[in-house]
């Protein structure tokens, strides 16, 4: 199983980037796919979440500002970040869950000057 991530990297307060995660190898039905982030210091938080059937769900934090997009033919998940804040930097990391399995991208980075 591999999920390969792209789109990270740095940008100013304001600005927008979009991720993306290709999944591949994964035999069984994917079911939810969705983004997590990790701050220095911090505990890995969901960000955002799309379930197979396109239900989504958002951290408060970036409600209004992310949206998250999948492609269920093509096994990947995009999420568009806009309206960027210095608190959004950290790594994000891809997740991805099979037969009740979580499987996880290297994650990417994500700075957000001021």
């Known amino acids: 199983v591999q999920l390969v991530e792209s789109g990270g990297g740095l940008v100013q307060a304001g600005g927008s980037l979009r991720l993306s995660c290709a999944a591949s190898g994964i035999i069984f039905r994917i079911n939810a796919m969705g983004w997590y982030r990790q701050a220095p210091g911090k505990q890995r938080e969901l960000v955002a979440m799309?379930?197979?059937?396109?239900?989504?769900n958002y951290a408060d934090s970036v409600k209004g500002r992310f949206t998250i997009s999948r492609d269920n033919a093509k096994n990947t998940v995009d999420l568009q970040m806009n309206s960027l804040k210095p608190e959004d930097t950290a790594v994000y990391y891809c997740?991805?869950?099979?037969?009740?399995?979580?499987?996880w991208g290297q994650g990417t980075q994500v700075t957000v000057s001021s």
């Open positions: 997740n991805v869950w099979s037969r009740a399995e979580p499987y």
């Open positions: 799309v379930t197979s059937g396109g239900i989504t």
